[in-house]
C-alpha cells in the first residue's frame, strides 16, 4: 500500500524482484524454502492486482478464458472431423459423415452437393438437429427430383463462382413450399480445390442471424477438409480404375500368351523326344532350349495371370485337408534338379508324422515352388533346405539359403510386384520379380502371415506360418 492507503503495483513488484535477487545469493541448500516464500509472494501479488483492476479486469480475464475455451473447442472439432474424413476412401460415405458432422456444432441443418465428372450436381446426403425435421427434409428432398438446373440461387452462384455465398434472413415467401424445413438464415460453402469446384455445403438455421462467427469460420475451416477427402477419393477411385485395366490387359494378353506358346512347348517336346524320328545332336540341344525357354515363359504368364486374378479378387480359395509334410516333399522335388545343375546342396526336413491343414493345396504349393525358386536362382553357391517346423496350432515352413543375401532397404521393398534388387557390380538376375510379391498375397489369402530376414553375404531365410489342425498325416 502506499500513503493513500490504495495498493501500488509497481513498487509491489519492485520488492518481490529485490528480494528474489537476495534469494539468489543464498546456498543451494538454504534456498528452497525461500523459492517457496517468493512463489507464495507472486501469488498473492496476482491477486491483489486482479482486485486493484476491478470489475473491467475480471471482465476481460473472463473474456479471455471463454476464448480460449472457444478456440479449444474449435481445434477439437476440426480434429475430430479430420479422422472423420481421413476414415473412408469412399467419398459418399465422408460427405455423409460431413452433414451429420455439422449438425448442431456449427448448424441447424446440412445439405451436401457434389459436382459429377460429367459436370452435373448430385444432391449426396441431408442432416437436420431436429429429428422429426431432418424425417421431413429428406422425404421433401427424395419427393422432388434432383434437377440439376433448377439448383437454387445460393448454391448456383456458389458452384459457378467459387465464393462463399451468406443469406442473413429468408423471408417465408421465399421459402418456398417447404416451409417447415426450409431455413431461416442460409450459408452455403464451395468444396474447392484450388481453381476447381468438387462441390457445396449448404448450410442452414431456423432462426434469422442464428449464426455466429465462430460457426461461420468453422464451416470454411470444414470444407477445406470435405474438399481435400473428395479429392482424395477421387484419385484413388482413378486408380482403381487403372488397376482394374491394367488387370484385365495383362489378363487378356497372357490368355493370348497361351495358345501359341502351348503350340511351342508340344512341338518342341516331339522333337527332344525324336518324335516321329530322331534328330541330331545339334538340332536337338537347340530343341531343348526352346523347350526351356517355352516354359520360362508359361511360368512368367502363369504367374501374370495369377497376380491379375488377385488383384481383380477373383482367385477363390479352395480349402481342403492337406498333408503339409508330403506338399513340402513333392514340392521340393520340382525344385531339387534345378540346385543340382548349379551344384548347389539341397535338403528337406518334414516331420515324419506330418501335419495336417485345411487349405488350398495349389496356392500352398505356388507359394512354396516361388520362394525354393527363389533362393536357388539367387544362390551361386552353398545350399537351399526347406524345413517344416510344427507347434500346437500353427506350422511354419522355412526357406533358408546361403545367397548374396539383401540389405534392410532392400527387404522392405521384396514384396512389391516387378521389383529387383540392383546394387553396383552386381549382376541382374532373369525374371520378373512377381514371386514374392504374388507370394505374399496368396499367403494372406489363406490366413497366414510370410516373413523374411537377410543379410548381405549371410544369405536369406523365409517362413511362411500357418494355423493347423492336428491329424494324420
Not at 23 to 33: G, K
Not at 249 to 272: G, N
Request: aromatic residues 4%; negative net charge; contains cysteine.
Amino acid at each position: 500500500m502506499n500513503e493513500t492507503g490504495s495498493f501500488d503495483a509497481g513498487l509491489a513488484e519492485r520488492r518481490v524482484e529485490l528480494l528474489e535477487r537476495r534469494v539468489q545469493m543464498l546456498p543451494a541448500d538454504a534456498r528452497a524454502e525461500a523459492d517457496a516464500l517468493l512463489a507464495e509472494m507472486r501469488a498473492v501479488l496476482a491477486g491483489l492486482r486482479r482486485m486493484a483492476g476491478g470489475p473491467h479486469a475480471l471482465l476481460e480475464e473472463q473474456a479471455a478464458r471463454r476464448h480460449a475455451e472457444a478456440a479449444r473447442q474449435r481445434e477439437a472439432f476440426l480434429a475430430e472431423a479430420g479422422e472423420i474424413l481421413a476414415g473412408s476412401l469412399d467419398y459418399e460415405t465422408t460427405l455423409a459423415s460431413v452433414a451429420r458432422l455439422t449438425v448442431p456444432r456449427v448448424a441447424d441443418s446440412c445439405i451436401v452437393y457434389l459436382v459429377g465428372d460429367e459436370g452435373g450436381v448430385q444432391r449426396l446426403a441431408a442432416a437436420h438437429a431436429d429429428p422429426e425435421k431432418e424425417e421431413l427434409l429428406r422425404a421433401v428432398l427424395a419427393s422432388r427430383p434432383f434437377d440439376p438446373d433448377a439448383v437454387s440461387a445460393p448454391v448456383a452462384r456458389a458452384l459457378r463462382t467459387g465464393d462463399p455465398e451468406l443469406l442473413p434472413e429468408i423471408a417465408d415467401a421465399d421459402a418456398g413450399e417447404e416451409r417447415e424445413v426450409a431455413p431461416r438464415s442460409l450459408l452455403v460453402v464451395p468444396l474447392r480445390i484450388r481453381e476447381r469446384i468438387l462441390g457445396a455445403l449448404s448450410l442452414g438455421w431456423d432462426e434469422a442471424g442464428k449464426y455466429t462467427p465462430d460457426a461461420l469460420w468453422l464451416a470454411r475451416k470444414l470444407a477445406d477438409r470435405a474438399a481435400l477427402a473428395v479429392e482424395n477419393a477421387r484419385l484413388h477411385r482413378e486408380v482403381q480404375r487403372a488397376s482394374e485395366v491394367k488387370s484385365e490387359f495383362l489378363a487378356a494378353m497372357s490368355h493370348e500368351f497361351r495358345t501359341p506358346l502351348t503350340a511351342i512347348l508340344a512341338y518342341a517336346e516331339l522333337l527332344v523326344s525324336g518324335i516321329p524320328q530322331p534328330v541330331p545332336d545339334v538340332p536337338r540341344g537347340h530343341a531343348e532350349r526352346i523347350l526351356a525357354a517355352s516354359e520360362h515363359l508359361t511360368h512368367l504368364v502363369e504367374q501374370v495371370l495369377t497376380l491379375s486374378r488377385i488383384e481383380a479378387e477373383r482367385d477363390e480359395v479352395r480349402a481342403e485337408p492337406t498333408d503339409l509334410a508330403a506338399l513340402a516333399r513333392e514340392t521340393a522335388a520340382l525344385i531339387e534338379p534345378l540346385a543340382r545343375q548349379k551344384g548347389l546342396g539341397f535338403a528337406v526336413v518334414v516331420p515324419e508324422a506330418g501335419a495336417t491343414v485345411t487349405t488350398d493345396a495349389n496356392k500352398l504349393r505356388q507359394v512354396l515352388f516361388n520362394l525354393l525358386g527363389n533362393s536357388v536362382k539367387f544362390t551361386t553357391r552353398g545350399a537351399v533346405r526347406l524345413t517344416l517346423h510344427v507347434a500346437d496350432g500353427s506350422a511354419t515352413f522355412e526357406v533358408r539359403d546361403t545367397g548374396r543375401g539383401m540389405t534392410a532397404q532392400e527387404l522392405e521393398r521384396i514384396w512389391e510386384p516387378f521389383w529387383q534388387a540392383d546394387r553396383p557390380g552386381m549382376k541382374r538376375t532373369p525374371g520378373t520379380g512377381l514371386g514374392l510379391g504374388i507370394s505374399r498375397r496368396l499367403v494372406s489369402i489363406l490366413g497366414g502371415e510370410i516373413r523374411a530376414r537377410s543379410e548381405p553375404g549371410r544369405g536369406s531365410v523365409f517362413e511362411v506360418e500357418l494355423k493347423t489342425e492336428r491329424g494324420a498325416p
